[in-house]
């Protein structure tokens, strides 16, 4: 078979190119592999067969190239060999050489019963610990032992894909370790055991997994410990085609991957062959190795969290919205609107009258193709049957008795845009249907006139009511509700993402001070203490109403509780330790006076609101704000 090397990981992932003649790798077009790589040099580097080897050459690039996680100028590649360039890594085949990727981790139940075991304690590590490296004997391989680590640890300390470090890493280890099979298993975030696709077995091939005792590697993780065992590693399974088909572990290591004092996976090495055994100097070697790739598959997985977290801030930066709010649940209605928006599917706006439908939808045109084109709203409750029909169609001259010339309606006016209908469920049934054959056929006729008008409008609804429910109740029609509910975002009340409240409020006071030319440097601590304990039925348009109030009626440079509506300081908290204040005294004399009443009235509202000399609408609100209820209850028992 032709040799080949083989894309493990980075842009080419996959992919597979011949090695026949010179191989050159880099970022220029002109190379036989091209990288679009900034870490790549234009020319890189290359692979040249001489009297059957094949040559791997540095061809001086700023970044290096890496054989099994070594950087190096030249050298004869083996089969199995992993060189890594830039973000990429390759794995060098020939003849029938394994494709690493293919390979597997077989967790299996064992026994090790009478093998030669060694366990070393973290603090048994004498590469992690300097004080201990003066009592390492043989000089010559203590030299050799920290030449290696001081390159794997240059190597790994720039890597920032984990699935590459982990790759690069085993290429590493079976560079200074003579292992035939190995795996780096990291911990899932869901289970306690550990599972990982990255499994090289340089012997038997790739159609053979990788087999790691389940016990072995679920004791390294729990006690933290490295573990060298010698002729005994069992299966405890009878299937005797499990035992035909795998030769058992002559010698193994497993060492836990620590950061921050956690264990991240292991790594688990072996040899089926018994002139090759393990040796405690091998131990210590791949735990050191093991303390680096910690560090670094930490700081990767950082690396990586930090990339997806920067990409969605650019996300939501490049989202032309006039929204606030950063909470969760806003976030999610941003990341919506983005994924929606280049699309031409008609969108249904539920949630609460003043949670910012409309605001959402023209979000929605601003991210679109057809940003260009008018946005046009109509509000379905404003308007008679009449009015309505001929604002949203036209109608022609002659029409009705005022119509004494022709009138474009909304869908025409909106060629090319979109058309957002505000409390789509308030259409009478007649306009419903006329609205549907517009959806259907995309065409529509003027009031008073003949002749079909053809558009392009994409269509944007909303309601603060549940259309399902009319559907039933047959107050909406159901074929509607179909055509308009093919996507659909519910916008969540303000109660439900309530630490933004901060943000809008200070947003609405800039605002609203600016227009009446006052200077305000903030909101109060107490007043914020207000503002978050009210739970805002009229939702952000009500806050921003009792926003603009404060600041017309404040005196101060900062809004303070005496600003805010009523209803709002009616259900402020009490003030701490029992300590009086104005705004508490007044809510607490407010509750005696209603109690009071309402024993004199013999627990009846319109009486209560008689004496108290209040509306009884009025009266069911403040028993509401000051949470009363169950107070009035347990007097109405008694």
């Given at each position: 078979?032709?040799?080949?090397?083989?894309?493990?990981?980075?842009?080419?992932?996959?992919?597979?190119?011949?090695?026949?003649?010179?191989?050159s790798?880099?970022?220029?077009?002109?190379?036989?592999?091209?990288?679009?790589?900034?870490?790549?040099?234009?020319?890189?580097?290359?692979?040249?067969?001489?009297?059957?080897?094949?040559?791997?050459?540095?061809?001086?690039?700023?970044?290096?190239?890496?054989?099994?996680?070594?950087?190096?100028?030249?050298?004869?590649?083996?089969?199995?060999?992993?060189?890594?360039?830039?973000?990429?890594?390759?794995?060098?085949?020939?003849?029938?050489?394994?494709?690493?990727?293919?390979?597997?981790?077989?967790?299996?139940?064992?026994?090790?019963?009478?093998?030669?075991?060694?366990?070393?304690?973290?603090?048994?590590?004498?590469?992690?610990h300097?004080?201990?490296?003066?009592?390492?004997?043989?000089?010559?391989?203590?030299?050799?032992?920290?030449?290696?680590?001081?390159?794997?640890?240059?190597?790994?300390?720039?890597?920032?894909?984990?699935?590459?470090?982990?790759?690069?890493?085993?290429?590493?280890?079976?560079?200074?370790?003579?292992?035939?099979?190995?795996?780096?298993l990291?911990?899932?975030?869901s289970?306690?055991?550990?599972?990982?696709?990255?499994?090289?077995?340089?012997v038997a091939g790739?159609?053979?997994?990788?087999?790691?005792?389940?016990?072995?590697?679920?004791?390294?993780?729990?006690?933290?410990?490295?573990?060298?065992?010698?002729?005994?590693?069992?299966?405890?399974?009878?299937?005797?085609?499990?035992?035909?088909?795998?030769?058992?572990?002559?010698?193994?290591?497993?060492?836990p991957?620590?950061?921050?004092?956690?264990?991240?996976?292991?790594?688990?090495?072996d040899?089926?062959?018994?002139?090759?055994?393990?040796?405690?100097?091998?131990?210590?070697?791949?735990?050191?190795?093991?303390?680096?790739?910690?560090?670094?598959?930490?700081?990767?997985?950082?690396?990586?969290?930090?990339?997806?977290?920067?990409?969605?801030?650019?996300?939501?930066?490049?989202?032309?919205?006039?929204?606030?709010?950063?909470?969760?649940?806003?976030?999610?209605?941003?990341?919506?609107?983005?994924?929606?928006a280049?699309?031409?599917?008609?969108?249904?706006?539920?949630?609460?009258?003043?949670?910012?439908?409309?605001?959402?939808?023209?979000?929605?045109h601003?991210?679109?193709?057809?940003?260009?084109?008018?946005?046009?709203?109509?509000?379905?409750a404003?308007?008679?049957?009449?009015?309505?029909?001929?604002?949203?169609?036209?109608?022609?001259?002659?029409?009705?008795?005022?119509a004494?010339?022709?009138?474009?309606?909304?869908l025409e006016?909106?060629?090319?845009g979109?058309?957002?209908?505000?409390?789509?469920?308030?259409?009478?049934l007649?306009?419903?249907?006329?609205?549907?054959r517009?959806?259907?056929?995309?065409?529509?006729v003027?009031?008073?006139?003949?002749?079909?008008?053809?558009?392009?409008?994409?269509?944007?609804?909303?309601?603060?009511?549940?259309?399902?429910?009319?559907?039933?109740?047959?107050k909406?029609?159901?074929?509607?509700?179909?055509?308009?509910?093919?996507?659909?975002?519910?916008?969540?009340?303000?109660?439900?993402?309530?630490?933004?409240?901060?943000?809008?409020?200070?947003?609405?006071?800039?605002?609203?001070?600016?227009?009446?030319?006052?200077?305000?440097?903030?909101?109060?601590?107490?007043?914020r203490?207000?503002?978050?304990?009210?739970?805002?039925?009229?939702?952000?348009?009500?806050?921003?109403?009792?926003?603009?109030?404060?600041?017309?009626?404040?005196?101060?440079?900062?809004?303070?509780?005496?600003?805010?509506?009523?209803?709002?300081?009616?259900?402020?908290?009490?003030?701490?330790?029992?300590?009086?204040?104005?705004?508490?005294?007044?809510?607490?004399?407010?509750?005696?006076?209603?109690?009071?009443?309402?024993?004199?009235?013999?627990?009846?509202?319109?009486?209560?609101?008689?004496?108290?000399?209040?509306?009884?609408?009025?009266?069911?609100?403040?028993?509401?704000?000051?949470?009363?209820?169950?107070?009035?209850?347990?007097?109405?028992?008694?």
């Open positions: 078979m032709q040799p080949k090397l083989a894309v493990l990981s980075g842009p080419l992932r996959k992919s597979e190119f011949p090695v026949a003649g010179v191989l790798i880099g970022r220029n077009a002109s190379n036989s592999i091209c990288l679009e790589d900034i870490s790549v040099s234009p020319s890189h580097c290359r692979i040249a067969s001489d009297n059957e080897r094949f040559l791997l050459t540095d061809l001086d690039s700023e970044s290096g190239t890496f054989v099994n996680g070594i950087p190096v100028k030249q050298r004869v590649l083996a089969p199995g060999d992993q060189i890594a360039i830039g973000a990429s890594l390759f794995v060098f085949e020939v003849e029938r050489s394994p494709a690493p990727a293919r390979s597997a981790v077989q967790l299996d139940e064992d026994s090790t019963d009478g093998a030669q075991v060694e366990q070393l304690r973290p603090d048994e590590l004498l590469y992690l300097p004080d201990c490296l003066a009592a390492l004997p043989q000089p010559e391989r203590l030299a050799r032992a920290l030449s290696t680590l001081l390159k794997i640890s240059t190597a790994i300390g720039s890597i920032r894909d984990v699935e590459s470090l982990q790759w690069q890493l085993l290429g590493m280890i079976f560079d200074v370790i003579p292992a035939e099979r190995g795996a780096v990291l911990v899932e975030d289970g306690e055991d550990a599972a990982s696709p990255v499994a090289w077995d340089r790739p159609d053979h997994p990788v087999h790691v005792s389940r016990a072995l590697a679920r004791r390294v993780i729990n006690e933290g410990i490295s573990v060298l065992e010698n002729e005994g590693l069992k299966l405890a399974a009878t299937d005797s085609a499990i035992l035909s088909r795998s030769k058992l572990a002559h010698s193994l290591l497993c060492v991957l620590i950061a921050g004092g956690r264990v991240l996976g292991v790594i688990y090495v040899s089926c062959n018994p002139a090759t055994t393990f040796s405690k100097d091998d131990l210590q070697l791949l735990a050191a190795i093991a303390g680096l790739a910690g560090i670094a598959i930490e700081n990767a997985r950082q690396f990586e969290r930090l990339g997806i977290e920067n990409q969605q801030l650019r996300t939501e930066v490049s989202l032309q919205h006039d929204m606030a709010g950063q909470s969760p649940r806003m976030r999610e209605v941003y990341q919506f609107i983005e994924r929606v280049p699309s031409e599917s008609t969108v249904l706006i539920c949630g609460e009258s003043g949670t910012g439908k409309e605001l959402a939808a023209r979000a929605m601003k991210n679109s193709p057809r940003k260009d084109q008018p946005f046009m709203a109509l509000n379905c404003a308007l008679t049957e009449t009015l309505l029909e001929s604002e949203l169609f036209g109608h022609e001259k002659g029409a009705f008795t005022s004494i010339c022709q009138k474009k309606g909304l006016v909106a060629e090319g979109t058309v957002f209908l505000d409390e789509v469920a308030e259409l009478p007649t306009l419903q249907a006329k609205l549907l517009v959806l259907q056929e995309r065409e529509f003027r009031v008073g006139g003949t002749r079909s008008i053809k558009i392009n409008v994409r269509f944007v609804a909303a309601t603060n009511k549940d259309l399902q429910k009319a559907v039933r109740e047959e909406f029609r159901g074929d509607l509700f179909h055509r308009l509910n093919v996507i659909s975002l519910t916008l969540p009340a303000l109660r439900e993402h309530a630490e933004d409240i901060p943000l809008l409020a200070e947003l609405f006071v800039v605002r609203n001070a600016k227009k009446c030319n006052r200077g305000i440097k903030g909101i109060s601590p107490q007043a203490a207000c503002l978050m304990r009210y739970d805002w039925p009229g939702n952000i348009r009500e806050l921003e109403n009792a926003m603009e109030r404060a600041v017309v009626i404040g005196s101060s440079d900062f809004i303070l509780p005496e600003d805010l509506p009523e209803a709002v300081l009616e259900t402020a908290p009490s003030s701490e330790a029992g300590q009086a204040n104005y705004h508490g005294a007044i809510r607490d004399l407010k509750k005696q006076l209603i109690l009071s009443a309402w024993e004199q009235s013999g627990d009846s509202f319109t009486e209560a609101a008689k004496i108290l000399g209040v509306h009884p609408n009025y009266l069911h609100r403040l028993i509401r704000n000051l949470d009363l209820r169950v107070a009035l209850k347990k007097n109405a028992r008694a």
